[in-house]
């Protein structure tokens, strides 16, 4: 059962890491279409804390939390 274990904390961290980069794509791609301002907006909308994403620490929730943002209004 430990490797098991081992191989689901791997695929966690795995799962976690590609949460990060998409996060800090779709990040870059609004800053380039709606610049820092209007990330900042995303951010706030979307009750982000943090200024940019870390690739370990993000989780499914924070891409659904900036795609729920209404971008008709940043």
Known sequence: HVVGEEM???QNKLKDNMYGLVCENIAA???HK?????WENVRKL???DTPSFSIHQVGEADIVKVF???????
């Open 46 to 48: 979307a009750n982000i």
């Open 34 to 38: 709606y610049g820092k301002e209007g």
């Open 8 to 10: 689901t904390n791997k």
């Open 29 to 31: 791609y609004i800053k």
């Open 68 to 74: 729920k943002v209404d971008y008709e209004n940043i």
